[in-house]
């Protein structure tokens, strides 16, 4: 299964990290995608839009100042159409 986890800011960031780090723990086999990590010369746009169209699951790291993001909706709603077809969609993380 491929997870797709999208932020925004430095407590979102945080929460996404830990999130990557501890999936593969408790979900074997799980892939984590969390995009600080797009490689050095790559153009971040086709990652995230290949990452996004290989989703089988999104995760929103949400925290008070980004519950609005734009690039957080827009990512949140790129998987949940992939989920539909998939019957999977996003679930959201909110954290004060």
Not at 48 to 63: H, Y
Not at 70 to 92: C, D, R, S, Y
């Amino acid at each position: 299964m491929r997870v797709f986890i999208s932020w925004s800011r430095d407590r979102s960031k945080m929460l996404a990290l830990k999130l990557q780090e501890l999936l593969p723990v408790f979900f074997q086999g799980v892939e984590v995608f969390v995009s600080p990590f797009i490689p050095a010369g790559k153009r971040w746009s086709n990652v995230l839009a290949e990452e996004l169209e290989g989703a089988d699951f999104g995760i929103a790291c949400l925290v008070q100042e980004t519950k609005e993001e734009k690039w957080i909706l827009f990512e949140q709603g790129a998987i949940a159409v992939a989920g539909a077809m998939n019957a999977n969609g996003p679930l959201a993380c909110y954290g004060s």
